[in-house]
Structures are given as C-alpha cells and as structure tokens.
C-alpha cells in the first residue's frame, strides 16, 4: 500500500514539474461554478468547460445571440436649435441652466437596446465501472488551445479534449478511453434560451427565438446541432436526449448560428456540422493548432523562476492573493490575456468585436442594468490595449468592422441630433448600431465615446507601418471621425477656444461655483485629449497617403485653437476646461488623464510639470477613503504608473489585480457592489489592459524613442522576451539580468528610422532587416 501512495505521489509531482513551467493553467478538480470552468472560444463559438466527472457541463454561446432590435426613433432627441440653446447657457456663465435643459434634451431612449446573452448548457452523464477517481487534471494548454480533461477510473484512463477550431468555425470535443467500450454517457440540452429540442441517432437539434424583455422587445432567432460521432457501441434516444452505450471513442461536433446578418442560418449551421464532421477530429485538431500557433506562437516571456510554478493555478493564484511573489505566475497571466484576446476576436463575418464579457456570458451582466453591451467610456477600449503591443495586430479586425458599423448608423444619430456630417457614437452601443446617448445624461452623454474607440485606428498604424491598411480601412474612418468636430466644435466666446459640448467625462461630476454638483459642461478634458488624438492622426495620414490637403490644413488650423492642456488650482491636470473640483474625488473614472495613457500627450520629455500633475491626482484620488477599486480601474492604474515609469507601483497594482478580482480560472471581475451588482460579474477588460500595462512596464515606445524596461520591478530582475512590438513597425526581442539590459534584438516588418535611449544616433531599418544591441 506505501508503494501505491509513493507511485502515486511520484506520478503527480512529474505531471506538475511537466506542466508547471509551460503556458498551462491547470487543476485537480472540476469547476464547481461559471467563474472556475475553462474558457475556449473561436471568435464566433464560446465554451466555457467544468470538467465534471459524472456529470460534465459545456457552458456555449455564439457572439451574436442577442436580445433587441433597430430602432430608429432612438435618434429622435435633441436637434441643432436645442444644441444651440444649450450651449448659450454655459457661455453665458449658466451651467446649472445647462444642465436643465440638457437633462431635458439629452437624454437617451434605450428604446429595444437588448444584450449579449449565454445559450445555456450541453450536459453529459456518464456511467463508469466502479473504482476510485484517480489523477484528476483538467487544463488549458495555452500554446495549442486545446482543453483537456484527465482522470483514471478503475484499470481505465480517461481523456476528453476540447477545440474552438477557427478554420472549421465550430467546437469540437474529443472522448476517448484506454479500454474498449469504457465511454458511456447520456447527453442533453440545458438552454436558458426558450428552444425546440430535438434528439435524433446523429445527436441533438435546437431552435428558437431570443425572448428577452428586461431591456426591450425583440431578438434573434437561432439553431444549434450537437453531432454525435460514436466509435463502436449503441445509441438510444428519448425525445431530448441521446445515450451512448459502450463506445471506444466519441466525437462531438457543436455549432450554433442566429439570423444576424445572415437569413441562410439554419442552412449554414447544418453545412457547417456536416463538413467538419468528414474532415473527423484529428483534421480538425491539427487545423487548429496550427492557426492558432500561428499567432499565439509569436510571444515567449520569462519573469524569472517562482517558488509556486509546479503547484496547480489555482492555489498559485491564493499564494499570490497572500503576498508571494510567482513571476511565473504573472508571465502565464500575460500568455492568458493572449490566449483571450485570440479566442475571442477572429474575423466572423459579423461586424461584433469582443463585447464586457469577450465573447463569453456568466448570465450575470445581462441581467444588470447596464447590460452585457459595448461600453465605450472605457471597457472596450481596455479590451483591445493589448493587441498591437502583444503582437497580435489581427485580433484587430473585428474591431474595426465594429467601427466601420457604428460610423454608418453614428451618421444618422450626428445628422438628427446635432445637425453635423461624420458620426457620433455615446457611452453604450449594441449590435444593432444604437449610438445615440444613454438613458441617463450624467453617465450616457459621452461624446467622444465612439472618437475614443476610433483612435485605435491609428494606434494600429502606428505600430504596423502597413499604408495599405491605412488607405483602405483606417484614414477613411478616421476622417469620418474628424468631420463630425469639424462641424460639432464652435469656439467658445469666453476664451477663444474651439470646445465640444455640453458633454461629460464619464460617471464624473463637478462642483459649479454656486455649489451646485452638475455632470455637463463645455469641453471636458476627455473630449479634448479625443478630438486632439483624431486630428493629428488625420493630418499625419492625410501627409502619408497625399491626400485630403484641404481638410489638413483646415485641421491643422483648429487643432491649434483647442485648450492646452492645464493644471488646476489643487495641483491635479484639470478634468474639465474650468477650474472646478471632482463631486466625487474618490470615484472610478479618471478619463482626462487618456492624455498620459494610452495617447502619450503628457510625457516626461514633453511637459514633465504635467507628468507630476498626473500623478498628484492619481495620488489624491486612490488615496481617498472610500476610492472605488474595480478590475477595470486597476488595470488602468497599472497602465498609469507603468507610463510615469514607477515599478513599485505598477507591480503592486498588478498584484492588486490578483488579490481582488481575479478568479480561479484566471478571468477578472466587476465586484459586487459596484454599479448595482449584487455579485461579482465576469469583465473582460482587466486581463487585456493589464497586459497592455504588463508591455509599458517592459518597452515604451510612444513618445519619439524606444525605452527598455522603463518600470522593470525587482520581482522581474531577470528575463527575456521575444515578440514584443514598438511602434514604427518594430518586433523586440530583449533579455535582461539583474535589472540591466543585457541584449535586444530589432527587426522591421517596414522601413523605419527610430531611436534608442541611450545610445546616440540614429537606426535605419529596411522593411525585413534586424538590429542586434548588445548592452
């Protein structure tokens, strides 16, 4: 008997030494709950896998099942005349009047906005021979995406693999046993969704209509298949279930489609099962992995060695929530961030990016007030900081098909509103192109919502260097952009300046001088930090591409009679063009400081005394008793201090980060308590921003030079990195040791002329060619 424990014992401590230095988050037990299951997905398809023994649970859902419908009379507020009238009241020192009237105009409709919302569950039960369950281990192998599932039961080993195959656009699952005829399991439906379910000898069939009223009428319709594809043994079926009996191997094909977009869905769905199941698993595996590894595989990152990496994720993850330090534990956070940011942004046909919750639903957000949607005060941003810095420029694209959405349906909303051309979009959108206000003027009236989403457009030029990209897809939409505040914008009779307005930095309010506490006013900074970012980003494109001399000259006109930037009377960067204070210095939104990160406005090398006015009032503001802490503020706050080059405190947020809301399974979450939760909620952004910050922390690039490990902590005294991107169209590979730069290697993916701090003179790439420094 001492023998088995030690052989045992030996068997586990191999597997961990196996898996615990490689990109692999892994577990001793099933999921218990949604926010312990493995995430998988493909862009389109989400699984989230519990791993169950018995009874196993497949969480699925499709990017566009969604609640809601257009509605065209959403527009119908505001108008050129009520604009006016409004504006005249804040230029005639009446902002309380302002606020009125704008709570009176500007007020979104909501009307049939809907939500992203979960499909619900495939459940299998299995039967086995009696034993004891032994060698549990369920994982997420991040180098091939593929989730497994293994244990022993009795003389028989069991293994269970699961896919989110982009090429094939469908999940697939892989049972198997080392003994023939060992796989027994009975398999159904467990739908949140109102749906037809069906059983046949081939599997299980859904159908049926999204019926959701909690945030407005209508809905698509959808279909599912679940192909079962059995080696050997006998299948039964009662109406809504289906039992295999005695089989040596099983694969299970999954699709699910809606009528988004697409009137051919059912069709497309039944084509799509019967492909995938003739190309049969191991064509399908080997077609993932290899599309995957494609962009997965262009990153490798190393903090160093941690005393925890042989022990299972999650207990890693509860020593680092008590203070210890595992660098390896924050390189498999980095690598998982990846891992998101590729399963849940791939091209669909559908112009849906990752949504607050990627493209995953714990039917948590969907039920809160503020919906599972498109957040554009913050959280959609977050979702894609990390995409060009992490090297996975691609995962762009559905963004900015997004974008592309929003500027066609934002023209509408620009002309019945505001009487301007280009488009508009506010706080929250959908997936029917909503881009009209939110139902409430202090947090929904942001105006530069959709101009913030748009920066990344040019974000992306910078990093790629591709012209092509830029003619085609970026500079229109750009311009687009651009031709909305060229129209919206009037100068400000006070000061001379050209001002947006009335507007909001987001969920924030000030104190007027008659100590009224208001949300609206004239060029908050968040807007002038926008609309500085998208001008000077046309003006470059308009100079690259030699076109549009006429708009450039107009916009390098205006740009120069925008605000400066200003330090108020308590030493912080000003939040809004006049000199007030925050009626909630202790709340979560800091969006005036978009100028440090991600735009770079503010620098140490351009205006330092600016530098220290950031972070006075990050200072002021965490320091608050009662500050607001969420994932999403602490992933920004990491993106912070990592630009102001301060290590200790960049770490400590990330930590921070891990103490507070991050979960078994690596995913973040909204907090209970914040914004009407009364439980934690899935939240994407966190683990994207964070990765974004993670970047800053090692390589900036933004502000005229490329800067090695300008916030290195000491818990990453010694590394390397390989694939990390510097704008200018640059790839880096870097070590360090001790702290110090040891070797970094450049290579161009275009032409480019940069510079390094540090060393004198400048570097001249051609596109292909690589520099080798050796410090």
Known sequence: MTSRITFILAFIMTAALQVGADNILWYQQPAGEWMEAMPAGNGRLSAMVYGGIARERIALGEISLWSGKPDASNNDICGKDKLDEMRRCFFNGDPERGNELGNKYLNGLGRSFGTHLPLGDMVADFRYPCGQIRNYRR?????????????????????REYIADYPDDVIAMRYTASRRGAITATFGLNLLRKAGVKATKDGLTLAGKVDFPLHGAGGVSFCGEVRLLPEGGTV????????????????????????????????????????????????????????????????????????????????RLRLAQAGASDPMLDALFFQYGRYMLISSSRPSGMPLCANLQGIWNDNGACNMPWTCDYHLDINIQQNYWAANR?????????????????????????????????????????????????????????????????????????????????????????????????????????????????????????????????????????????????????????????????MRRRLERDIKMLPPLMTGSDGQVREWLDDVRRSDPAHRHSSHLLTLFPFGQISYTRNPDLMAAARKGLEMQTGQKGWEDTEWSTANMLCYYARMKDAPAAYGWLQNLFRKFTRENLMTVSPAG??????????????????????????????????????????????????????????????????????????????????????????????????????
């Open 139 to 159: 994982s997420i192998d991040m180098d091939s995406s593929v989730v497994a599932v293994t244990f022993s039961c009795g003389d028989t080993d069991y293994r």
């Open 674 to 775: 914040v914004a009407m939760a009364e439980y934690d909620i899935f939240s994407f952004d966190a683990t994207e921003a964070s990765v974004a910050g993670m970047c800053e922390m090692l390589l900036q690039s933004y502000d005229g030079f490329i800067e090695f490990l300008p916030a290195l902590p000491s818990q990453w005294s010694t590394g390397h990195v390989s694939g990390l991107c510097a704008e200018g169209g640059l790839v880096v590979d870097m070590s360090w040791r001790d702290g110090k730069m040891t070797s970094a290697r450049i290579k161009a993916t275009a032409d480019c002329t940069f510079s390094v701090k540090g060393i004198s003179g400048k570097i001249r790439l051609k596109k292909g060619e690589e520099k080798l420094i050796n410090f």
């Open 390 to 550: 992490a090297n996975l420029a691609e995962c762009n694209e559905p963004l900015f098909s997004y974008i592309s959405m929003l500027a066609d349906s934002g023209a509408v909303t620009a002309r019945k509103m505001y009487g301007c051309g280009g488009w508009v979009a506010h706080t929250v959108c959908n997936a029917w192109g909503y881009t009209s206000p939110g139902w409430g003027v202090g947090w929904g009236m942001n105006v530069t919502g959709g101009a913030w989403l748009a920066t990344h457009l040019w974000s992306h030029y910078l990093y790629t260097r591709d012209n092509d990209y830029l003619r085609r897809t970026g500079y229109p939409l750009l311009k687009r952009t651009a031709e909305f505040f060229m129209d919206y914008m009037v100068k400000d009779p006070r000061t001379g300046y050209l001002v947006t307005g009335p507007s909001i930095s987001p969920e924030n309010g000030y104190v007027s001088k008659k100590g009224n506490h208001l949300s609206l006013s004239m060029m908050p900074t968040v807007d002038r930090a926008v609309v500085y970012d998208i001008y000077s980003a046309c003006i470059e494109a308009s100079k690259i591409l030699g076109t549009d001399k006429a």
């Open 236 to 315: 039964s079926m009662t109406d809504t279930t289906v039992t295999i009996e005695g089989a040596d191997a099983l694969t299970i094909i999954i699709d699910v489609r809606t009528d988004y977009n697409n009137k051919d869905y059912m069709q497309l769905c039944a084509a799509t099962v019967d492909k995938a199941a003739g190309k049969g698993y191991g064509a399908l595996r080997a077609a993932h992995v290899a599309d995957y590894t494609a962009l997965f595989g262009r990153m490798d990152i190393s903090f160093g060695e941690g005393a925890g990496c042989q022990l299972p994720t999650d207990t």
